[in-house]
């Protein structure tokens, strides 16, 4: 029955071979994410809130960033199966433009009018004037941090991953010193609180493009070539359009609609508590999927040099392989992390944070039922960002995976939380509900082998 996962050991050693370090540098990541919670969670309940609110809006504009780096990786990755390094250069460069222009109007934005565009997440005046003072301070770091993920991205889909797993550690690394530093006044710093939480995050996106930076000039991989980089022509620009589009909005549209999940909870009830768990829930969470994100990317990459080197059928057959690796990854990872949850997370760690019992009870709930859902959240991100993406299908992916979210969990979610007034429980079981709709529908997607397309050449 599972006999097409017989595909030898060279298949799967290159998978984890592109996979691990993706896993390091998210690993690295988010545990110093987590450390980074729980040293402002050491300031009390409300920080906590008010940083997980001003992250909010932020999410959103990472998201667009993730729309720009898996927009250029469709192209990138198949022209790097052709060898067409000077479309490569071409593609890089209009990525580097896009992404360069919407961080910095979201930096104005977050800069000039923190409070009212602050006061657009939450309803308590306490958190909102919390989150205006971080977001004030870390408005420009998405600039900074955009420009250096759209260039580490490119690498990767090059099949290169390496780089980002340097990268990002060691900005993650002088994040989480510096707000040791400049939360709590020690190493010789000012005690900042919140603010401090922001400038750390500044400083260190500003290492992340310098080093991504001197990166890229001393590059001999891949020499950047400045005449097609920096003159990407209108025919690059039509193709880049054409394909990043339908990812752009996606990420963007998804990143909107996920946000509107803690917005909801920030009207709610309790919704300091709610907040709080939420930020901690979050940050335990994407420790216990680096593996699945992961395995996407690497999916995406076979996928995308496949579609230029091999056959429809062989292509197809890599497709389903991948899918099944994933819901089989995410079945074993989703067991584990509900172990550890009830094992390691709620005796040792939860303590740590400074969490109301009402916040660690959420926190909780909101870790097992994302837990027990994690097979079909693996299965949908290989298919959806690895295989769909990765052989061209941008559209189709993009209806997936905005489908589910827009037409059934938003709707439900926001009668469920503000107009039933019902517990947080049911709308983390509506959020649930949308990963099993997107399973149905990349299914039917895949089987139909109509995602498989040369985006390298004119339709």
């Not at 819901?327 to 172990?339: F, I, K, N, R």
């Not at 049911?426 to 995602?451: D, H, N, T």
């Amino acid at each position: 029955m599972l006999s097409y996962l017989r595909q030898g050991r060279g298949f799967y050693r290159g998978l984890v071979a592109l996979a691990l370090p993706i896993v390091l540098q998210n690993l690295i990541t988010e545990s110093l994410a987590l450390a980074d919670t729980f040293m402002v969670g050491a300031l009390g309940e409300a920080p906590l809130a008010g940083v997980t609110l001003a992250n909010i809006p932020i999410f959103v504009e990472q998201l667009m960033i993730f729309g720009f780096q898996s927009g250029s990786s469709v192209l990138v990755s198949q022209f790097y199966g052709r060898g067409d390094r000077a479309s490569i250069n071409r593609v890089l460069g209009i990525g580097l433009y896009a992404a360069g222009a919407v961080t910095a109007l979201f930096g104005c934005v977050m800069f000039f009018f923190p409070l009212p565009f602050m006061g657009l997440f939450g309803s308590d005046p306490a958190v909102v004037a919390l989150a205006a003072q971080y977001g004030k301070i870390v408005a420009f770091s998405v600039f900074f941090g955009g420009l250096s993920e759209v260039y580490i991205a490119a690498h990767r889909a090059m099949g290169d991953p390496r780089l980002g797993l340097c990268v990002l550690a060691a900005s993650m690394v002088v994040n989480v010193i510096l707000n040791y530093g400049l939360i709590f006044g020690r190493l010789g710093l000012p005690r900042m609180g919140v603010a401090g939480a922001a400038l750390a995050t500044l400083i260190a996106r500003i290492l992340q493009f310098l080093l991504a930076l001197g990166h890229a000039l001393g590059s001999r991989r891949f020499p950047l070539q400045p005449g097609a980089l920096f003159r990407p022509g209108m025919a690059m620009v039509r193709r880049y359009v054409r394909v990043a589009t339908p990812v752009i909005l996606n990420e963007t549209l998804w990143g909107l609609g996920t946000s509107l999940y803690p917005t909801i909870m920030g009207h709610m009830a309790g919704s300091q508590a709610i907040l709080a768990a939420y930020a901690v829930a979050g940050n335990i969470e994407k420790i216990f999927t680096v593996s699945i994100f992961a395995l996407a990317s690497a999916a995406a990459v076979i996928i995308g040099q496949s579609v230029v080197r091999e056959s429809r059928e062989r292509v197809r057959e890599l497709g389903r392989v991948l899918d099944t690796v994933a819901l089989l990854t995410g079945a074993a990872v989703g067991a584990l992390a509900l172990a550890a949850l009830y094992l390691l997370v709620r005796p040792f760690l939860f303590p740590v944070f400074q969490l109301s019992p009402e916040a660690r009870s959420i926190a909780l709930m909101m870790l097992t039922v994302t837990f027990c859902f994690m097979p079909f959240q693996s299965f949908n991100t290989t298919s959806v960002v690895g295989v769909l993406r990765g052989g061209g299908d941008v559209r189709a992916a993009a209806l997936i995976d905005l489908g589910a979210l827009w037409t059934v969990a938003i709707p439900l979610s926001a009668v469920v939380g503000l107009v039933l007034r019902w517990p947080v429980f049911w709308v983390y079981m509506v959020r649930a509900l949308e990963q099993a709709v997107k399973v149905v529908l990349g299914s039917w997607r895949a089987r139909s082998g109509k995602w498989i397309r040369d985006v390298t050449v004119g339709e």
